[in-house]
């Protein structure tokens, strides 16, 4: 590590990223606080520095201020997973990259201070080419913030031309109206039909839609705007066609329905849907959702409390989307991840938090390791979280009505997929192997079993078994 330091002050400053940053850190960070580095978020000194680190223990940067031969420099990592998703193999076999992934021995015995051999430090070079090749062409065309997320925000934000264009249809909301928005606030619903799980079944296509984000945002109307508040039960109100609305409800499933209400906190158990409840449930719905629970729930008895109205238009990503879809289907390689990055890392961002709890490193003297500690809550803005409540509602009721029309042979669904047994013609399903929002067959199963969400296995048509 003396050494890596050593080099550093030789050079300018400059960004370094790391394909795990979290773990290339913790040797950084080590160093650092054992050899007088001292930590400070505003970086006021030279060797000092600060970790973006959020209370999950994701890490997002390291940047370190060094007295160099040239002078007080920033050398700051980052983590190229946050903008590039897989392995270093996958990586360069997906996208065919002129560098690829090499090959050592992995079991062999490297004790401390083993040497590495040529053959070795190939190794080590290749995996850093595959990994730079991708991050000069994301920098190369404007892709140079920390995350993917971010990155496609700005495009976006660029590609409407102004700032004051974008804060005209995204205003800044007072915090109180966040917090309430963002109870609606759900993902994508991946669910298994009880009769399947644990089953030898055969036969079962599983259709998946082409950048169903983008085609959700490309052609349903979507919030924009301040919105309204209003008591009680919503109304039609002249150019709000869209609201947000809180309830207290009694409510069970309908007979061949599957549950379209999702429960907040929950991630892929048999908890995470509402089925039959008992108690009266207290629920913050898009009216896409609350549309969703009359059709697929009987509903015993509702009050409706309070919510907001906003204004729509199905033109505020269509032009963005549109362009960048047809650009794709002609691209290859980083050029084509590129474009993908931009359509599908959009939506989120909008629902970013704007408190931030962050964690900062410090030395545990005692046994001499790295511990971290909790910072001071930080508050920012919030972006406009209703655009990516909108966006993920319609996606669900766009899988809800295509397993509602095929439900006697629905067997699995997961976000932007759905699974179906039998060689029954699909009914209400656009079929495309290419067209924005259609569906293609992207698992033929001659044999397959469902174990659980989100875990399966089986043969596909034309493997061995």
């Known amino acids: 590590m003396h ?32 050899n007088g580095y001292l930590y400070s978020d505003k970086l006021n000194e030279n060797n000092s520095f600060n970790v973006l680190v959020d209370d999950r223990n994701t890490f997002y940067s390291l940047t370190i201020k060094l007295k160099t031969l040239k002078g007080p420099r920033l ?9 590039i998703s897989g392995s270093v193999k996958s990586i360069g076999e997906d996208l065919k990259l002129s560098n690829q992934k090499g090959e050592i021995d992995y079991s062999l015995d490297r004790p401390t201070g083993y040497i590495p051999t040529e053959e070795e430090i190939e190794y ?14 994301f920098h190369e065309n404007g ?3 920390l995350t993917s997320a971010s990155d496609s925000f700005n495009a976006y934000k660029k590609a409407l031309c102004s700032e004051q264009t974008f804060k005209m249809l995204f205003p800044t909301l007072d915090i109180d109206i966040d917090n309430f928005v963002r109870l609606s606030y759900r993902g994508g619903v991946c669910y298994l039909k009880e009769e399947y799980k644990g089953i030898d079944l055969e036969n ?11 085609f959700v945002m490309a052609t349903r109307p979507l919030p924009h705007g301040v919105p309204i508040y209003f008591k009680g039960k919503p109304k039609d109100i002249a150019n709000y066609a869209l609201f947000i609305v809180s309830v207290e409800v009694n409510l069970s499933l309908k007979s061949n329905k599957i549950p379209t209400i999702m429960k907040k906190g929950f991630r892929f158990s048999k908890l995470t849907y509402i089925t039959n409840e008992k108690e009266t449930q207290f629920l913050t719905l898009t009216c896409i959702d609350l549309k969703l629970m009359f059709e697929n729930y009987e509903i015993y008895d509702i009050k409706y409390i309070e919510g907001y109205y906003f204004k729509s238009s199905t033109n505020l ?24 990055t931009k359509l599908n890392s959009l939506y989120g961002y909008f629902a970013k938090s704007p408190t931030y709890y ?15 500690e909790n910072k001071e809550k930080e508050e920012g803005k919030p972006i406009y979280t209703a655009i990516a409540c909108f966006i993920t509602a319609y996606a669900r009721e766009y899988l809800f009505n295509m397993i509602n029309s095929n439900f006697n042979n629905f067997v699995y669904c997961d976000t932007d997929s759905i699974h179906l047994i039998g060689d029954n013609k699909p009914i209400n399903m656009f079929l495309s192997e290419s067209e924005l929002g259609g569906l293609k067959v992207e698992y033929d199963f001659i044999k397959v079993k469902y174990i659980a969400q989100k875990t399966y296995i089986g043969y596909l048509r034309g493997e061995k078994e």
Not at 358 to 372: C, S, T
């Open 124 to 137: 080590i070079k290749k995996d850093c080419l595959v990994i730079q090749e991708v991050i000069n062409k």
């Open 143 to 145: 892709f140079n913030k």
């Open 358 to 372: 962050g964690r900062k490193p410090y030395l545990d003297n005692i046994n001499q390791i790295v511990k971290y």
């Open 75 to 83: 050398f700051k990592f980052r983590d190229s997973s946050k903008k």
């Open 204 to 214: 079962v296509k599983a259709y998946d839609v082409n950048s169903m984000y983008p």
């Open 3 to 34: 050494d890596l330091f050593i080099y550093l002050k030789s050079l300018n400053g400059g960004i370094f990223y790391s394909h795990n940053l979290k773990y290339d850190a913790s040797f950084i960070i080590d160093y650092l606080l054992k």
């Open 317 to 340: 990503f269509k032009d963005y989307v549109n362009e960048l879809y047809e650009q794709k289907k002609t691209q290859k390689g980083v050029m084509k991840l590129l474009t993908k």
